[in-house]
Every structure is written in C-alpha cells, then in structure tokens.
C-alpha cells in the first residue's frame, strides 16, 4: 500500500489491486474474514494523534451495518477492497468531527460518542482483465466509537463516494 498526494496536496491511500471482483454479489463473508487480520492493531491518526483500536465487532459491523446492506454496484466493490488498506486510511485521516450516541443499542460501546474521520483512497481502473496506469478516487468516513473508558474504536466505513475530479495516473511520480 502507498500512500501519495494528489496535486492539491491531499494525501490518498493506494488499493494496490482489486482482490474483490464482483461489483453485484460481494462476498461480504470473505471480507469480514479478510478484515480479521486487523484485530488488536492500533492504530495513530496522524493529524489528530488520536489512538484508534481495532476490535473484535469491527469486521462484523464493516460487513453488516445498515449502510454496507444498502451499498451496490460499484460503492459496494470500493467498500470492499478499501478493507485492504484500512490502517493507512486511519492514518491519514483527517477532519475530526464529534457526535453525540444517538441509540441505546451503542450506549456501553459508544458511551462517549461517535467522532468521524475523512479519509480517502484510490483504486485501479481496468480494461478487461488489464490493469491499467490509471486509479479512481474515492473518499469516505471512518466511524469511531468512544468508549466509556476512553478508548477509540474503529467501527465502520461509510459515505463513500467517488470523487468526480481527474483520476489518480502516475502516482509514482507523486509519492508522499
């Protein structure tokens, strides 16, 4: 994974490839299971130097929350290869915003709130079974949950778009 600038100077993780296919049928089961790899890493914002865990409820709500059952075509395929490179997404995140818990059901988990990042990343563009030099940009919002001890957890990526400026091509030469 590299993390590069675009020309505005905003930073922007690169999906290296595309491991899930399927813009109609994504197998949210397998990647719940990819994103068991993250468990118990910590992660530090860079911008904020906020100090973001990833536990064990992560991979089940990234797979199962409301937004990923309503997600389709090609936000779903973003949503689900972007489950490669969540660390760097926390690390560049930026933009903290705070909300109040507005549910019971997350009154122990979320006790101190909800805090919401922006973060964005770029995944490559193909033609046919070619990869080409070219990435789409998209971004989107890391949600983190306050625990009533303090702690951040990560809990799941929303709002994800594509971002209708140029597209990423040549990323080397723009390295951060």
């Given at each position: 994974?590299?993390?590069?600038?675009?020309?505005?100077?905003?930073?922007?993780?690169?999906?290296p490839d595309i491991i899930f296919k399927n813009r109609q049928n994504i197998d949210w089961?397998?990647?719940?299971?990819?994103?068991?790899?993250?468990?118990?890493?910590?992660?530090?914002?860079?911008?904020?130097?906020?100090?973001?865990?990833?536990?064990?409820?992560?991979?089940?709500?990234?797979?199962?929350?409301?937004?990923?059952?309503?997600?389709?075509?090609?936000?779903?395929?973003?949503?689900?290869?972007?489950?490669?490179?969540?660390?760097?997404?926390?690390?560049?995140?930026?933009?903290?915003?705070?909300?109040?818990?507005?549910?019971?059901?997350?009154?122990?988990?979320?006790?101190?709130?909800?805090?919401?990042?922006?973060?964005?990343?770029?995944?490559?563009?193909?033609?046919?079974?070619?990869?080409?030099?070219?990435?789409?940009?998209?971004?989107?919002?890391?949600?983190?949950?306050?625990?009533?001890?303090?702690?951040?957890?990560?809990?799941?990526?929303?709002?994800?778009?594509?971002?209708?400026?140029?597209?990423?091509?040549?990323?080397?030469?723009?390295?951060?």
């Open positions: 994974m590299k993390i590069v600038m675009d020309e505005n100077g905003h930073k922007i993780v690169v999906i089961s397998e990647v719940e299971d990819y994103l068991k790899r993250y468990l118990g890493e910590i992660i530090t914002i860079v911008e904020t130097q906020d100090v973001v865990y990833i536990g064990n409820k992560f991979p089940d709500e990234y797979k199962g929350s409301q937004y990923t059952k309503r997600l389709k075509g090609s936000s779903a395929k973003a949503k689900a290869n972007a489950a490669q490179v969540i660390p760097e997404m926390l690390e560049i995140a930026t933009d903290k915003t705070f909300h109040n818990n507005r549910k019971d059901k997350h009154s122990s988990d979320a006790g101190q709130g909800w805090y919401y990042y922006r973060t964005r990343f770029a995944m490559p563009i193909y033609e046919g079974e070619r990869k080409t030099d070219t990435y789409n940009i998209y971004s989107a919002c890391l949600l983190v949950n306050c625990a009533l001890n303090g702690n951040l957890y990560l809990y799941d990526l929303v709002d994800i778009k594509k971002e209708a400026s140029t597209p990423l091509k040549n990323y080397e030469i723009a390295k951060w």
